[in-house]
C-alpha cells in the first residue's frame, strides 16, 4: 500500500491542481503498489506531522510534494527531522552544487537558499537533477516515506531518477514481481462501444484489471497484469494486446507515449504524402495539432485558415455561387476548399474544414455562419489527385469540444488516405 | 473550516486528475471559508467512513464528491446512511425526473438506475440540474456533509445551484461578511517582476491575501479582502484595484472570466479592425486561439499557414531571394509574410510569425528549419496600411511553450495596434 501527500497552500485554496498527485498514483499503481489514499495539507508543522503519522501507519511506502523551498513557509523539512528527533542538515552535494549554480550566474547566496539544501540527519539525500533542493527518504513506523519538491518538472525528475528505481529494487527484493502495463489509444469509437466490444477480454487473465478514460475525442483503455510471475506478465499483455486489436481493429491507433499527431505524422511520412488544410471553423487548431509534434516539415506543407467567406473565395478560389446556393457550411463549399488548398500549396492532398462551432446563440444569420445548420454540423472534404470526396458530421458539445472533434476528424481522413 | 473528499478508484489510481477539488477548493476559499484538507479515497465503504469520521471532526463543511451512480461500485448513499444510522430510500422527485427522461428517450430503467436516486432517510436532496443523481446534505458531529456526484459538469451545477447558496446563507446567519475577490490576468511581465511591482499592496489593507498563479504565458493575481464589513470589502477591493493598476499598466489585459482572446476580440471589435494571420511555426494556433471565443467573425477573416517555404512563397508572395539572404526565421520574411497575408485577405491588418519552435535536436540544416538562430526565436511583424513593423524575440521553454508564446505575442500586437 502507498499514500501521497501534497503539502501546499496553493494546492488546498484550489490555486493548482495537483497535477503532481496523478503524475505519482499513476506510476505507483503502474508499478505494482496500489494507492490507498491521497491526501493535500496546509504549510502547517502540525497538519503535516500529523497527516505524517496517520499516512505512516496505513501504508508502506508514502510520497510526499511540497514545502522543500527557500522561504519560512517552507517547512516540510524541519517537519520531518522532528518527526524522527533529528536536526535538519545541508546536504554536502546538494550545496556544492547550488554553490556552482549561483556563482555562474553572479547572484549571492542568502541565509534562505541555505534552508532549501537541508535534509534530515541520517536521510538518504535524493539529487536534484532539475532544480537545487534534493529530496529525500527517511524510515519511520515501518514506512518509507520520500519527500520532493513540489514543482512539478523537479518532482518527476527525482521521482523518475531516484524513486523509481528505489521502488522497483525494494519490489524485487521482497519477490514482487513486475506488472505488464500496457494503454491504448482509441480514435472513432465512443466509451460504451468500446465497453461492449471488450466485455470478458479479461475472463482468462488472472490479476488483470483494465481502466478507461476519456480525453474527448480519445478514449484510453489501460491494462494492467500483477500476476506473481514478471515474464508471463508480460506474456499476457501481448494476449490481450492481440485479443483487444482483433476487438477494437483500426480504432486504435497506437499505445502509450503515441500521440494522434504523432500517428497521423508518421502514416503521412512512410506514404511520402504531403497534406496541407483549409479550415474554417477550427481557425487552425487542426494545423496547430498536426504540427505539435517536430518534425512535420517533412510532410505538412501548411494551409489557409478560410474564416470568412470572401478569405474562402478570393485566396481558395471556392466558388461564390457555391456559397450562395449551399450555404459555407456544405460539402460544395468543403470540396471547394479543399481542392483550393490543394491547389494553392502543391500538396498531395488537402482537407478542409468548415463547420458550425456554436454556441446556439452566436449563430450568424448570414450565410457565413451557416445559420441553417444545427450547432456541431461540420463538413469535410479530401481533395487528392483522383478525387475530392466530402463527408459531414454532427458533433456534441461545447464549442471547444466540437472544434476538438472536427481538427480530430480531419488529420484522421488523412491518416486513413496514407495508409 | 471546510475539507473536500474525493471518492474513486480512478482518482486513486491517477486515471484522472481531481479537478473536482481544485474547482470546490477555491469556490471554499472565495466563500470565506478556510479548506484545512483535501482527501481522495477508495470506493471501499470501510476506507469513505473513517475519511468521514476524521474530516467531521475536523471541519465545520465538508463537501464529498463520487460514488453516487448506478453501479454496485457506487458506495457514498449507503456508507452515509450507515453513518448516521438511517436507511437509503429513493428521492421522489429524483426518481420522477429520471423516470420521465427515460421515458422520453425511451430507456427501460433497471434496478441499478434506481440505486442512483437514493438518499440518506431525513438528508436535505440536492436536485441534479444536469444529470440523474441528485447531490444530498446530512449533518454528523455538527459537521454539514454535501454529496455530490463525480461527474465534473454535474458536480458543479449542484454545486453552484444549491450548495453556495446554503453556505452563503449559513455565514449570513452566523454574521460573516462576504469576501471581496477578483482576480487580475496579467500578460507581459514575468512572475518575479510582478512581484516585486507589487511589494506591500496589500499593506494597510487589513484581511487581505495576495495569491499568484502562472498559466504560461500569462500571469494571475488574485485579491481576496475578509474583513467584517461585506460593502466595506467591496470598498477596499476597489482600492486595491486602482493602486494594482498604476503598479502593472498595461500588463493588466483582463480580470476575472474575461479571456485574452476575448480582450483581443474586444479591442479589434471596438476599432474596427479586422485581421488576417500568417503563422508559421505555429501551425495555425494563434488562430485557433483569436477564434476560440465565439464571434471572432465579427473581425477576424483567416490567414495562411505557411509551415513550408514555398508556401510562403507561393501563397505570401515572400520573395525567394529574402528567404535564400536573410533565412525564414528572420524579420525581413516576417514582414513579407504580414504584407502578404494582408494583400491575399484584404485585412485592415495582417501579423505574421515565424521562428524555431524546437526541440534542438530536430532543427533542420535547411533553410526553412532556420538552422541558424537558437531555439525559441521567433520573427514577427505587423503590416497595415500606413507601415509593416517587424519584431524579434527570444522565448524559453519547450515546443509547446514557445508556439503558445509566440501565438499570444502576435495576437497581443494585434491588440496594441487597435487600441
Redesign the interface.
Known amino acids: 500500500m502507498a499514500a501521497i501527500l501534497a503539502i501546499g497552500d496553493?494546492?488546498?485554496?484550489?490555486?493548482?491542481?495537483?497535477?503532481n498527485?496523478?503524475?505519482?498514483?499513476?506510476?505507483?499503481?503502474d508499478a505494482g503498489l496500489d494507492?490507498?489514499?491521497?491526501?493535500?495539507?496546509?504549510d502547517e508543522a502540525a497538519?503535516m506531522r500529523r497527516?505524517l503519522e496517520e499516512l505512516a501507519h496505513r501504508a508502506a511506502v508514502v510520497v510526499v510534494t511540497g514545502g522543500l523551498g527557500p522561504t519560512e513557509d517552507d517547512r516540510t523539512v524541519d517537519v520531518a527531522a522532528e518527526l524522527l528527533g533529528v536536526e535538519a542538515e545541508p546536504h554536502s552535494a546538494s550545496l556544492e552544487a547550488m554553490k556552482k549554480r549561483f556563482a555562474a550566474h553572479g547572484f549571492e547566496l542568502t541565509p534562505n537558499n541555505l534552508r532549501q539544501v537541508r535534509v534530515p540527519q541520517g536521510a538518504e539525500a535524493l539529487p536534484n537533477g532539475a532544480g537545487i533542493a534534493p529530496g529525500f527518504v527517511v524510515h519511520f513506523a515501518g514506512c518509507a516515506i520520500y519527500f520532493l519538491p513540489g514543482i512539478p518538472r523537479e518532482m518527476e525528475r527525482i521521482y523518475l531518477d531516484h524513486v523509481a528505481p528505489r521502488l522497483r529494487a525494494q519490489m524485487a527484493a521482497q519477490g514482487v514481481p513486475v506488472a505488464a502495463v500496457r494503454t491504448w489509444h482509441v480514435y472513432g469509437m465512443g466509451e460504451s462501444h468500446i465497453d461492449h466490444r471488450l466485455a470478458k477480454l479479461l475472463e482468462d487473465i488472472p490479476h488483470a484489471t483494465l481502466?478507461?478514460?476519456t480525453d474527448a475525442p480519445e478514449n484510453h483503455v489501460?491494462v494492467v497484469i500483477r500476476g506473481s510471475d514478471t515474464a508471463k506478465n508480460q506474456e499476457l499483455l501481448g494476449q490481450v494486446d492481440r485479443d483487444l486489436r482483433k476487438r477494437i481493429g483500426a480504432g486504435i491507433y497506437g499505445t502509450d507515449n503515441e500521440t494522434f499527431a504523432l500517428v497521423v505524422g508518421q502514416a503521412l511520412r512512410t506514404s511520402g504524402t504531403t497534406l496541407?488544410?483549409a479550415?474554417?471553423?477550427?481557425?487552425?487548431?487542426?494545423?496547430?495539432m498536426?504540427?505539435?509534434e517536430?518534425?512535420?516539415?517533412d510532410f505538412?506543407?501548411?494551409?489557409?485558415?478560410?474564416?470568412?467567406n470572401?478569405?474562402k473565395i478570393?485566396?481558395l478560389g471556392v466558388k461564390a455561387a457555391t456559397i450562395a446556393e449551399s450555404g459555407a457550411v456544405s460539402e460544395p463549399c468543403a470540396k471547394e476548399m479543399a481542392e483550393g488548398a490543394r491547389r494553392?500549396?502543391?500538396a498531395t492532398i488537402a482537407v478542409s474544414i468548415t463547420g458550425v462551432?456554436?454556441?446556439a446563440k452566436?449563430r450568424?444569420p448570414s450565410p457565413?455562419?451557416g445559420s441553417d445548420k444545427p450547432v456541431g454540423t461540420v463538413c469535410f472534404a479530401l481533395a487528392s489527385a483522383k478525387s475530392t470526396k466530402a463527408v459531414s458530421k454532427l458533433f456534441s458539445g461545447d464549442?471547444?469540444r466540437i472544434?476538438r472533434a472536427a481538427a480530430y476528424f480531419a488529420l484522421d481522413l488523412a491518416r486513413r488516405h496514407s495508409q
Open positions: 496553493e494546492v488546498l485554496r484550489g490555486e493548482i491542481t495537483n497535477t498527485s496523478t503524475f505519482l498514483a499513476e506510476r505507483l499503481f494507492v490507498c489514499e491521497q491526501r493535500v495539507v496546509a497538519d497527516a481502466h478507461f478514460r489501460k496541407a488544410l479550415e474554417s471553423c477550427t481557425g487552425g487548431e487542426a494545423g496547430q498536426i504540427t505539435s517536430p518534425g512535420a516539415s505538412f506543407l501548411g494551409g489557409v485558415v478560410a474564416y470568412s470572401d478569405v478570393n485566396v494553392v500549396t502543391g462551432a456554436g454556441p452566436e450568424d457565413s455562419g464549442r471547444a472544434r
